[in-house]
């Protein structure tokens, strides 16, 4: 079992910033892919950033400038530096992991992981 804890999230002002960190319950080689996830009210869960294992990032155009995703494998933690916020931002925001199923003796785990989500305001 994999558990992720997010944290950092808060209330900001519009062009704020806020650094959300993921901390994963043990350093496993099992993990490959991270990401972070937003869902609004209302809303469906969406795709904000994507770290691969070697730390190849992909953005959501709407965050694409703002937002930078990274990890520290020794940490085992993963981490979403959010500058230039916007009211629009405001979401609970997940951390995922994705199980590198290739290594035989990473199948018996899920996968991917979530966490239990931080909330993140940006007021006007």
């Known amino acids: 079992q994999v558990y992720l804890v997010e944290s950092g999230g808060g209330l900001v002002q519009a062009g704020g910033s806020l650094r959300l960190s993921c901390a994963a319950s043990?350093?496993?080689?099992?993990?490959?892919?991270m990401a972070w996830y937003r869902q609004a009210p209302g809303k469906e869960r969406e795709l904000v950033a994507l770290i691969t294992n070697n730390g190849s990032p992909n953005y959501a155009d709407s965050v694409k400038g703002r937002f930078t995703i990274s990890r520290d494998n020794v940490k085992n933690t993963l981490y979403l530096q959010m500058n230039s916020l916007k009211p629009e931002d405001t979401a609970v925001y997940y951390c995922n992991s994705n199980t590198n199923r290739s290594l035989w003796f990473c199948q018996d785990l899920s996968n991917d992981y979530w966490g239990q989500g931080t909330q993140v305001t940006v007021s006007s």
């Open positions: 043990r350093d496993t080689v099992c993990i490959s892919a």
